[in-house]
């Protein structure tokens, strides 16, 4: 089983949708939570980043972490063409990450596309 | 302009051949990554260096060599001993201990 889980989609939504995007985990060790955005041959972009368990809401984009249940959501609101891309979930913490925490366990990534 | 560079950004090579991959930084950041990205698996930590002249291994390093002589520099060797060595390759750095990585725009390398 891998560490962090993620629904490959493809996912295809219309423009205007709410899209949502999970992730589960396996290991209680995880406390900083990523989502990053993936254009095609293009590097991973970072779009949130949390700690622990919580909402954390920047924009169109809420991010939230339930640590009980090992559960990690990405939202979209009023979801846009421009958002057509590969969303990949992250995790570390500090038995995982080493000091630096840059250790990363990847999800595999959704593949999302927003019609217009 | 700050950023992570990583060059070439296309690479093909003969099956048994070396390769060298450059990451270059200018953000300051101590601590540099390299992460292998294949088609529906995520990404994969193949080594990473927190300060110069200092280098781990990460999840799947073998067949692979680095080496971390500047703070700005963190170059990847793909050996002729990686089985699998068709990838995309990306760099990545962060300031400090609990920020996130920030990634450069990749490397695909292309073995036949």
């Known amino acids: 089983q891998k560490e962090v889980e993620q629904d490959p989609g493809p996912l295809s939504v219309p423009e205007g949708a709410i899209v949502s995007l999970n992730c589960t985990y396996s290991n209680s060790a995880f406390q900083y939570f990523m989502w990053y955005r993936q254009y095609s041959r293009k590097g991973p972009e970072l779009l949130m980043y949390?700690?622990?368990?919580g909402n954390k809401e920047d924009g169109r984009f809420t991010a939230q972490v339930d640590k009980s249940s090992k559960y990690i959501s990405l939202f979209i609101r009023d979801s846009q063409p421009s958002d057509s891309a590969t969303y990949l979930c992250a995790a570390t913490g500090p038995e995982a990450g080493g000091t630096s925490y840059g250790k990363l366990t990847f999800g595999q990534g959704t593949i999302l596309t927003v019609h217009p | 302009d700050g950023g992570i560079t990583q060059s070439p950004k296309y690479l093909f090579r003969k099956e048994g051949q070396n390769v060298t991959l450059s990451c270059e930084q200018n953000?300051?950041?101590?601590?540099m990554y390299w992460y292998r990205q294949d088609p529906g698996q995520g990404l994969r930590l193949i080594y990473y260096?927190?300060?110069?002249?200092?280098?781990q291994k990460g999840d799947i390093a073998e067949g692979y060599s680095v080496s971390r002589e500047k703070k700005e520099s963190f170059p990847l060797t793909v050996t002729s001993a990686q089985k699998n060595p068709t990838a995309f390759y990306l760099c990545a750095t962060h300031r400090t201990a609990g920020t996130p990585l920030h990634f450069g725009n990749g490397t695909r390398l292309t073995v036949t």
């Open positions: 949390t700690y622990s368990s």
């Open positions: 260096s927190q300060i110069v002249n200092d280098f």
């Open positions: 953000l300051n950041h101590d601590a």
